[in-house]
């Protein structure tokens, strides 16, 4: 058993039942409400803060991008215990800085990895790699491209996150999430067919454990990497 054997059609229901299911569901049923009063001050952080967080999200990133069945949402564990989140505010700042960290070093490091081992780390990588064979210049090059979109989209992002926090209160979040759910489920039978459903009403069942055993949602993520640990054994 392994990745190479389960036909393409069954990770979309796997994955959508595993996680996007289970949280729209409880989202709707618990009629999660959003928050009345929004503040836009900002806190200034220390140079110091600053640097250990981009620290702690760069190791984690490199992991990443480097060793097999190792994804951002492993890394984001690892970050989440070096920083330890559940101390104070101040510490989610630093592990939801450290994410962006995460994301943008597992993308530059699984560049790399195609010329340093021949293996692609991400999606991204693979399909820039079927684009243009890469050389060190188009790695440094690429590198450059990503530090540049990365200021500009943060820039974007802060300025259009103000105008869709204020609006968002106007959208009913309930029947959004009811809305989304039962699409998914009209897509999983659209793209995998009757046995899509029933790929994902199990999974979804599944999917539903992590919150009542108060565990993290990742550990789901076994389905992909122990096959896949098993395959390469």
Request: glycine share 6%; hydrophobic share 55%; with cysteine.
């Amino acid at each position: 058993f392994s990745l190479n054997h389960i036909d393409s059609a069954a990770l979309f229901p796997l994955l959508t039942g595993l996680f996007a299911l289970p949280i729209l569901r409880s989202s709707y049923k618990q009629k999660v409400v959003l928050p009345d009063k929004i503040s836009f001050q900002v806190e200034h952080l220390s140079k110091k803060f600053l640097l250990y967080s981009a620290s702690i999200g760069s190791l984690a990133g490199i992991l990443a991008g480097l060793l097999p069945g190792i994804g951002s949402s492993q890394a984001a564990v690892l970050a989440q215990e070096a920083i330890n989140t559940k101390e104070n505010k101040k510490s989610t700042r630093s592990f939801l800085m450290s994410l962006g960290g995460i994301n943008t070093a597992d993308i530059i490091y699984s560049l790399f990895a195609i010329l340093l081992i021949g293996k692609a780390r991400s999606g991204v990588a693979i399909a820039v790699n079927e684009i243009i064979q890469l050389t060190f210049n188009d790695i440094f090059l690429l590198c450059g491209v990503i530090l540049i979109s990365s200021i500009v989209s943060a820039a974007i992002t802060l300025k259009i996150s103000r105008i869709a926090i204020l609006n968002i209160r106007k959208i009913n979040y309930i029947k959004l999430s009811r809305s989304v759910f039962y699409f998914l489920w009209l897509l999983i039978l659209l793209f995998s067919g009757i046995s899509g459903i029933l790929i994902a009403l199990p999974a979804m069942l599944i999917g539903f454990l992590p919150q009542k055993l108060g565990i993290r949602r990742t550990h789901l993520m076994g389905c992909l990497m122990i096959p896949t640990i098993l395959y390469f054994l």
